[in-house]
């Protein structure tokens, strides 16, 4: 009982103390970011408060080890900005809600009153500064950019006046976008052009494979397939399609489907190495299949009610499609009748 009780009472404590170490686990607090000054106390009592519509002082902190400061005044088209000057600061947290801050080895009393508002004490005078996230979104990049490169040619006392116009930044910004979506089309481009150069060589592979599987044919399997070949083309089955192709009526998807048994029955392979060789349309195929069967042109362009020119057509582009070079339509009509032959 006694070693319960003492588990529980040790329980206890780490979740008071997991507790208090999570309060104690506050966010830090960091000056990064744009401040805007507005409202300034003197010793005598008077106060001076900087509205939106005036020139606004500025404090750009880069983490808690830099501070910059300008004047910033607003136009219809554009800002302008007068740097002030640039000084090295150091903010350290002394615990209990008091901090230590320093510009350029100087303390300065600094009280935060929350996350956005800060009051620094200078040479007897309170400068109220407030947190402009907007600002730093806005121009904190090109601001920056003034102080770098004023401080690289050595010149942050007595710097000029420097004018950001937003239509030269939306110019630019249109350049940027205009140049990434140019960079997006070329990939673009690249891959098609790859895609295309692995296709064309996956199909000159299929292309010397059904060469090289007709010269290796032995003469008795070419004499066999010639065999059948004639006996088909003799056949009454053949006689019938013949006479329903000559009608010049359109055929029904079953018929189709008749038609390419009766091509697979003479030559098995013919269909599937056709359909590998190009992504073919349905036109595209059933004229092959017709082809295929020695159906003649003016009645494969009746069948499928076409002129016989667009049958032409057809065949011709398929043989630019498949060798990627010009060719006839009595080409086509010849590597098709070479294909499981």
């Not at 805007?36 to 106390?41: A, I, Y």
């Not at 106060?47 to 830099?66: C, K, M, N, Q």
């Not at 004639?230 to 008749?258: C, I, P, V």
């Not at 009746?302 to 011709?316: E, G, K, N, P």
């Amino acid at each position: 009982m006694k070693k319960r009780q003492s588990l529980l009472a040790i329980l206890a404590i780490s979740l008071l103390l997991g507790c208090s170490m999570g309060t104690n686990r506050r966010k830090a607090f960091s000056l990064q970011g744009a401040w805007s000054l507005s409202q300034v106390e003197y010793p005598i009592g008077q106060t001076d408060t900087f509205p939106d519509a005036g020139p606004t002082y500025l404090r750009i902190y880069e983490g808690d080890s830099v501070m910059m400061q300008c004047q910033l005044t607003k136009t219809a088209s554009a800002i302008v900005i007068k740097p002030q000057g640039r000084c090295n600061v150091t903010l350290i947290d002394k615990g209990g809600g008091e901090r230590l801050y320093l510009e350029d080895d100087d303390p300065c009393p600094l009280t935060v009153k929350d996350d956005s508002t800060i009051i620094i004490q200078q040479n007897g005078i309170l400068y109220t500064w407030h947190r402009t996230n907007g600002i730093d979104k806005e121009w904190g990049k090109e601001i920056r950019g003034i102080f770098s490169n004023a401080a690289a040619e050595g010149d942050m006392v007595g710097m000029n006046h420097y004018v950001l116009s937003e239509k030269e930044r939306e110019q630019a910004s249109f350049i940027h976008w205009m140049f990434f979506a140019f960079a997006i089309l070329a990939l673009v481009f690249l891959q098609v052009i790859l895609a295309n150069q692995r296709a064309r060589r996956r199909l000159q592979l299929q292309l010397s494979q059904i060469k090289e599987e007709h010269e290796r044919r032995p003469q008795p399997v070419r004499k066999a397939i010639k065999t059948v070949e004639q006996a088909y083309f003799a056949s009454d089955e053949y006689q019938l399609l013949q006479r329903r192709l000559s009608n010049g009526q359109r055929m029904r998807e079953e018929e189709w489907k008749d038609v390419e048994e009766q091509v697979h029955k003479v030559y098995p392979g013919f269909c599937s190495q056709l359909r590998n060789l190009y992504a073919m349309s349905e036109l595209e195929y059933q004229v092959c299949l017709l082809i295929k069967l020695r159906i003649v042109p003016s009645n494969i362009a009746s069948v499928l009610s076409r002129d016989v020119s667009t049958i032409s057509t057809v065949r011709s582009r398929l043989y630019k499609k498949v060798f990627g070079q010009k060719g006839g339509a009595r080409e086509w009509d010849d590597f098709v009748l070479s294909i499981g032959a």
